[in-house]
DNA sequence: TATTTATATTGCAATATTACGATATTAAAT
DNA sequence: ATTTAATATCGTAATATTGCAATATAAATA
């Protein structure tokens, strides 16, 4: 045992899984907030704003992109990152879906 | 090594981080997706819902417990579950915030 | 009180993740 | 052509997660 039994589930769940599990770290929460905070994509500098060594951070983007969380493209000889929006707005959604039902039934029991 | 390296990164990282670790498995987001569904909070029957065992069922509700992201109250002999609106609410924000900034300085590169 | 029912805990094997040093790759700059 | 700079990959050790059988616990019911 060990391994999650993906088939098992929705392919949804699997999906909104994948997401959130890419986000379950600091330091990729640090890496999204920092594309976020420096207003555009950005082009090298990465490493230097994370508490870890280069391969550690580079395997997080990695992971990240493999969520669809970021998109990176070539850009010389470094390489250029941002916020991948289509992942974003899919796992936004599932938990504005979550509230509006809790809305609706706010409540009613506990 | 093999341990996230949690007291680099601000609590604010490490909280979001946890909430989204705890959302990182099909089974747990089925979980949720079931609460929802019922409508109400649900004593028992959680372990009927998901294709797995006992012992890990009660498993994944205690990693959502203790994220903050369902509770639990004791109701005769059984358990009633519901989701716990205010760890929902933080990581929705999270995600509200990324959309905002997102909106506002749209298609600046990439 | 004995039994049933619902849930939790323990212990353990299989697998995954985290982290980093060493090394590779690739493009720019000299 | 060499060197420099930025990033990726490999290999590996430490730790965490996943899953379940076996067992414990605790309340309801017979």
Chains 1, 2 share one sequence.
Do not use: W
Not at 21 to 44: M, N, Q, S, T, W
Not at 46 to 52: D, G, K, T, W
Not at 72 to 86: M, Q
């Amino acid at each position: 045992m060990g391994a999650t039994k993906t088939d098992h589930f929705t392919e949804s769940q699997n999906e909104l899984a994948i997401l959130a599990k890419a986000l379950g770290h600091p330091a990729r929460i640090a890496i999204i907030e920092y594309l976020l905070k420096v207003d555009a994509c950005i082009c090298g500098d990465i490493v230097n704003e994370l508490p870890l060594s280069q391969p550690t951070v580079s395997q997080h983007l990695k992971e990240l992109k493999n969520a669809g969380l970021i998109k990176g493209s070539i850009e010389g000889n470094s390489i250029c990152y941002c916020i991948n929006e289509p992942g974003l707005e899919k796992i936004k959604g599932f938990f504005e879906h979550i509230s509006n039902h809790l809305a609706k039934k706010r409540n009613e029991c506990c």
